[in-house]
Each structure stands twice: as C-alpha cells, then as structure tokens.
C-alpha cells in the first residue's frame, strides 16, 4: 500500500492517543450510566461534570452553560431550530450567510417551511459577510442571526465580534456561531466572540467522533429538541456519551495547551502550500481570504480541472484531500461556497481543498507540491471542462 498522506483535517482528525486514554476507562470498567445513585454511577457522573467544568473554562463562560451534544450537525439543528421555535413569539426572521454548513441551511429551510422567514447575507469575493449588510437585514422581529466563525471549504475566518456589535446595536435578536471548524484551531472564547450560542464537535480537533456541545449562555431561550428523560439540565435527552464527553474534554484542553505552537507549524505548512502551488501550477487560485484564514487551511481553485478527478489522482498517490463539488445523482455539483463567491459553475467545480495537521510534516507538503503539477496538467489535456 502507498503510504497515506493524510491532508483532509478539516474533513475530520485522528483521535491523540492522550483522548484515548483518558476515554479509556469509561469503554471498560467504569461503564456506569451518570443517572444510577450507586458508585459506578456517581463517578461517571464525576467525569461528566469535570469535562463540563474544562469545556466551559475552554470557552469562558460557566459549566451550566455548557450542553453536550452528538456534534455539530446536532448543535446546529438545535440552536436554530430551539431558537427560532421558542422565540416565535417576539418574530418569525432569521439571518444567516449563503456559505453556512448544511446543517445550518437544511435547518433553515426547514423553518421556512414551517412559515419562518430568512434572509441569507451574500458574502465577498473572499467569503466574508458585511456587517453593514447585517446591519440592513435585522428586523424588530430577527430573533437569531447565525454566521460560521470560519467556513469548511474556504477557511476564511468572519468578523464574528464586529457581526455581534452590529447584532446588539440594532436588535434584541441571539447570535449562534457554528464554530466546528475554529475550535481548538484559533481562539474562540465565547466571552471574547460576544455570542449567545456556539456549536463544536470534537472530532475536529483529535477527539471522537460523534460528540460535541452546543454553548448556550445564561438567560437565552432555547426549545430542547431532543426529548426524555431529564438529561443535561432538561435541554436534551438521552443518557450521556461518557467517554465522548471525556474525550472531547481532553481535546480541548491538548488543543489550549499546544495552541501557540500549532498556529506556528501549521501556518508555516500552510503558507508552503499555498506559495508552492501558485508557483507550480499556471492559472491556479487561491480561494478564501489570503490572511484572514484558518492556519491549517489552503484552498485552490484550478481552471480547467474538475476536483473530484483530481482527488482521484490524488488518491493513487496516498494523498488524502477534498474537494467542495459534490457527485450526486450521477451529475457532478459545484459547491455552493464556491458559487457563493461569485466563480461561474465551471470554474467552481475545480476545486481543491488541502487541510493539515499537527502530525504533517514539510516531506508531506512537498510530495504534494512535486506530484499535483503533472495531475492538473494532465486533466486539463483530456478536461471536458473548457480552460478558457
Ligand atoms: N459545521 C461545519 C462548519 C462543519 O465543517 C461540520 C463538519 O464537517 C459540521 C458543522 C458538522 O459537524 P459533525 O460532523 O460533528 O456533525
């Protein structure tokens, strides 16, 4: 087997050996369910409350404020939909942007088809949102604005803190901030941010698979959708993920403590590819913000090419990667963050997305930068997409 160059880090991460460990115990003896009164009960309870405690000090704000989810698709559906729901009676508005994750917009256009109304803010050639633009579209009756801290496909970070002003100066409406993505890659303090919600998933950033929290501050009303027993202060049902929780807990606190020095290698790794394949391959473009970006995160555009052949390419090498086009039903789907930026369909369905990682090295980044020239030049001699 070719040996894997794993570049699709936003796609989701290895779990640290140190998540496992500390996951460990709560898959083997200590199996208790956190509602039993006896022992095994109370110390799996123990464990749920000191991740509580590590995830809260995390974000800056209070252990009860914190509510384990199965991750962000979850925390997402939950913020929008218990927002928009429980507050229905002040208004039926609701912004957001048109480069939202999925779990953002199906969770929208459910509510309008439920007779909300929503507005979605166009974003710049770089993926940002306006706040003037924000500014516009609140309404007296805007009970939720929604923006992603730093989108998936692109890595552009938004101006979240200047989104919130904008939000508190003109209306009574929430701010959730879909935050999966800049978790444990940049800061994301929800007392610095200035949000009333924010959604994370853990194994983003080392941690298990299917667990996350939902932040939710103190005073903000929100309709649990997940229904039972009393779990998580009555805000969503269903007997805890212990070792998930545990878990998530210990990646958020390796990811605190190594912060600096992540930012520090990943950009450096980040930067050679960006450079590198601006310098290689002709009629390649960047896409996304070229500073206000995510460390880890270099996204292409390459004309002439369709992306899903070129992870293809990519893939016979070893190299993991992704592209935002999608084949669905047979026919090959630009992404829509992409088209969000204003690129033609043609030009959008070239995409490239490489996304590193604390174990890439410069060898990993290099092998991509001597192998991706000849597999671009190749698909564009036999493209059926015109490079013109
Ligand atoms: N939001 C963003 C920006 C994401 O990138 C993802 C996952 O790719 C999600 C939400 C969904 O998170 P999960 O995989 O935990 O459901």
Redesign the pocket.
């Known amino acids: 087997m070719v040996p894997m160059v794993y570049l699709d880090h ?2 989701t991460t290895p779990l640290d050996p140190e998540v496992l460990q500390a996951m460990m115990p709560y898959l083997t003896e200590e199996f208790g369910n956190a509602s039993s009164v006896y022992g095994l009960g109370q110390r799996a309870r123990q464990a749920i409350d000191q991740a509580r405690d590590e995830v809260a000090a995390f974000y800056g704000v209070e252990a009860r404020e914190v509510i384990f989810t199965s ?4 925390g ?1 559906n939950f913020a929008l939909r218990g927002i928009a729901y429980r507050n229905a009676d002040r208004g039926r508005h609701l912004i957001t942007s048109t480069i939202e ?1 999925d ?1 953002v917009l199906r969770s929208v256009e459910s509510l309008e088809r439920d007779g909300f109304e929503v507005t979605r803010l166009p974003v710049d050639r770089y993926g940002l949102v306006d706040p003037d633009a924000l500014r516009h579209a609140l309404r007296p009756d805007t009970t939720l604005v929604s923006i ?1 801290h730093a989108n ?1 496909e692109i890595g552009t970070i938004e101006p979240i803190s200047d989104l919130v002003a904008v939000t508190r100066e003109h209306s009574d409406a929430y701010f959730h901030t ?1 935050a ?2 800049s978790t444990g890659k940049i800061a994301t303090r929800v007392d610095e941010l200035g949000v009333d919600l924010l959604s994370m ?1 853990a ?2 950033l080392h941690g298990p698979k299917g667990v ?1 929290c939902l932040v939710v501050r103190s005073g903000v009303r929100l309709e649990p959708f997940m229904l039972g027993g009393g779990h998580e202060r009555n805000r969503r049902a269903g007997t805890e993920n212990v070792a998930g929780i545990a878990g998530l807990a210990k990646a958020v606190s390796i990811a605190q403590r190594d912060m600096a020095q992540n930012i520090a290698q990943l950009t450096a790794l980040r930067d050679r590819l960006l450079e590198g394949v601006l310098d290689r391959i002709p009629a390649a473009e960047i896409t996304g913000h070229p500073a206000k970006r995510l460390p880890h995160h270099a996204s292409f555009l390459f004309q002439g090419v369709e992306g899903e052949s070129l992870l293809l390419q990519l893939d016979m090498e070893g190299i993991a990667a992704s592209s935002g086009s999608a084949c669905t039903s047979g026919s090959l789907e630009p992404s829509h963050v992409i088209l969000a930026l204003g690129y033609p369909r043609e030009r959008a369905l070239g995409s490239l997305r490489l996304s590193v990682g604390k174990d890439n090295t410069q060898a990993d980044v290099d092998l991509v930068l001597r192998r991706l020239p000849d597999m671009v030049a190749r698909l564009r001699a036999m493209a059926p997409i015109s490079a013109a």
């Open positions: 936003s796609a991750g962000g698709t979850e997402d994750h779990a992603m998936n879909d999966v993505q998933s194994h983003k996350g």
